[in-house]
């Protein structure tokens, strides 16, 4: 009696053969909220009667029935390649719209994101910092002689390019540099100016011992002169351990950095190559005084990484 009802009821909604129902909709990456393209949508009625669409290049489906159906709640599922499969029941009505949101099963946080822009018929760049605040950004480096390692400065100098180019025209770098003596080598700089940026990194270059009190005065110095009002204000140190003289010089650092965060202007610390848990222990103080993050750099892929978490550390208001 079942299946003499289903049959009955599919026979008499094929043989309206009206407009039938449309269902439209957009899908979209959960995480870049970019369209995906050549996702397949499929909205299953009854036994056998089942449609089905592929999204184009903006993330858009569209499914038009051959037959009217009773509203109601039907099965719906959506498949796309790297992503998984999402399955559920919607409510369909004569037109109606669904949007849906896919998430990425291995999603790789540094691979450039590429879509297609319809208008001009040009592969795009998708900005990783959609939706973030406009960033003032102060790299102090540390450039003794300690840092003159494989595991140190050249990670560091190509994370900085890698952060450089993900920047949007609005952000800011500024670069100072500290061993015996403290050096502004970029005054703040529009991150549009990306070759000038790189040509500063690329000429950084060792010094000797370490001063880091000095230098910290003049990185909240540059920060506070080019402060952006809602945006990211944020000193970036990259050391290989303490850059403190004794304890006496950590408390007067501390309190700069207390001082600086109650201006808005965070400190983050990244710290490259292997050190005691004593020097991890006082660095990550002085950031959580400073409302940053504190990081231990092994690889290359965690400096770039973590890079880009200090570009994200404020959203837009």
Request: aromatic share 10%.
């Amino acid at each position: 009696m079942k299946y003499f009802f289903t049959l009955l009821i599919s026979l008499f909604a094929l043989n309206i053969f009206a407009e039938g129902m449309h269902i439209k909709g957009v899908i979209a990456d959960m995480d870049s909220k970019m369209p995906i393209k050549e996702a397949n949508v499929s909205i299953r009625f009854f036994a056998g009667f089942e449609f089905s669409d592929l999204t184009d290049s903006l993330g858009q489906y569209e499914i038009t029935t051959t037959a009217i159906v009773p509203d109601g709640y039907y099965g719906i599922e959506v498949e796309a390649n790297g992503y998984f499969k999402l399955n559920g029941f919607v409510h369909v009505t004569k037109n109606c719209s669904f949007n849906f949101s896919l998430k990425q099963k291995n999603p790789n946080p540094l691979t450039p994101i590429i879509y297609q822009d319809t208008t001009q018929q040009k592969p795009v760049k998708f900005s990783r910092l959609e939706g973030y605040a406009t960033n003032n950004l102060v790299f102090l480096i540390d450039v003794s002689s300690s840092m003159n390692q494989p595991d140190r400065m050249p990670l560091l100098k190509e994370s900085m390019k890698y952060l450089v180019n993900e920047l949007r025209p609005t952000d800011r770098v500024a670069i100072l540099t500290f061993s015996s003596y403290t050096k502004e080598v970029l005054s703040s700089t529009p991150a549009l100016q990306k070759e000038l940026i790189f040509n500063t990194i690329d000429r950084l270059t060792y010094g000797s011992t370490t001063n880091g009190g000095t230098a910290l005065d003049m990185a909240y110095k540059a920060a506070s002169k080019s402060f952006i009002q809602k945006g990211n204000n944020r000193i970036v140190l990259a050391s290989d351990g303490m850059f403190t003289s004794g304890e006496k010089e950590y408390k007067k650092m501390q309190q700069t950095i207390e001082s600086g965060k109650e201006k808005g202007i965070s400190l983050s610390i990244f710290c490259f190559g292997k050190n005691t848990d004593y020097v991890k222990s006082k660095l990550e103080k002085l950031t959580h005084a400073g409302s940053g993050n504190y990081a231990n750099i092994t690889t290359i892929d965690e400096s770039k990484l973590h890079m880009l978490e200090e570009a994200k550390a404020v959203k837009n208001n």
